[in-house]
Every structure is written in structure tokens, then in C-alpha cells.
């Protein structure tokens, strides 16, 4: 049964001094660290690299629940994967130890309440938009697709897939903007 350590800081100007010293002072061994943003997995290779090492038994151990994810679809992704090999995640600086009763549910909480708190802040946002829009301030952002450039493109006979090259843009907008279905 190993006590794995994962200490993250997001820029390379951060120190990871704290996180480390805690991580040794709960027993980890061993630890390990990256410098990277954390709101995405796939840039972090020491992440990947412990979720890969991690058996039956084991505990993955951080500072705080943010070092490991910023996102609550991340979060759910990697407890979804510590539960299938048997891990527990515990964290040194807030009540979370899944190994018990009372930490997954204070983990489910922490989840409940950032997906709540996610989902008010796009219902502001829409609120905001919409009486822009009824002030007739937001039009929303320029369309970066001139369709006219397209349907000049098109009578000269070029194809969805010359056209997209030509302008720099994807095939599928050239077919949003053409109005074609496409397969």
C-alpha cells in the first residue's frame, strides 16, 4: 500500500516548496510534480504517470483538491478512476479521505457545489447577454467567415475542401455557410 504524493503549482514562477513539504510530512513516497496549468489532464505527463502506477490499495494524497483538477468533469474523471483500481484520494488540507464514509461525501458535496456554482454563473451570463441584446449593445462576436468569399470561391468551382484550404478555415464551417449537408 503506497502513499503517492501529487504536488501542482500552474506557472513556473510558483513554488512548490509547501505542497512538497506537506506531501512528505503525510507519509508520501514517493511524490511527484509538475509546473502546468491545471485546468486540462492531457498537458500533465506526471498526472498521467501516477494514475497509471497506482494499484489496488494504494492512496493518492494532495495539498488540496484544486492541485489536482480545476474542473469538476476532470474531478469526476479521476475519482471515477482511483474507485476502479481500488485507490483512495485523500487531501492534507481539507476533510477529504475517500477511504472513509464521511470523505467521499464531503468530495460528492465539494462536486455538487462547484457544478452548482458553474451552472449560476452561465445563468448570469445568459441574463447579462440577453439584456445586452435587448439594449442592442451584444451582437456577439464578428463572424470571421465573409459568406460572400465563399460563394465567389464556389462559382469558380472550387470544392468545400479547396475553398476551406484556401480561406484558412475548417470544411465544416464552408458547409454551415453553404447551407449543405455534408457526409
Known sequence: MTNVG????????????????????????????????????????????????LRTGDTLTVTRIDRLARSIGDLQDIVRQLRAKGVALKATEQPIDTSTAAGKAFLDMLGVFAEFETNLRRERQLEGIAAAKAKGVYRGRPARIKAEAIAALKTEGLGATAIAKRLGIGRASVYHVMGEAHG
Do not use: H, W
Open 6 to 53: 501529487y504536488a501542482r503549482v500552474s506557472t513556473q514562477d510558483q513554488d512548490l516548496a509547501i505542497q512538497l513539504a506537506a506531501l512528505k510530512a503525510a507519509g508520501c513516497d514517493p511524490i511527484r510534480s509538475e509546473k502546468r496549468s491545471g485546468t486540462s489532464m492531457e498537458a500533465r505527463a506526471e498526472l498521467q504517470t501516477i494514475l497509471a502506477f
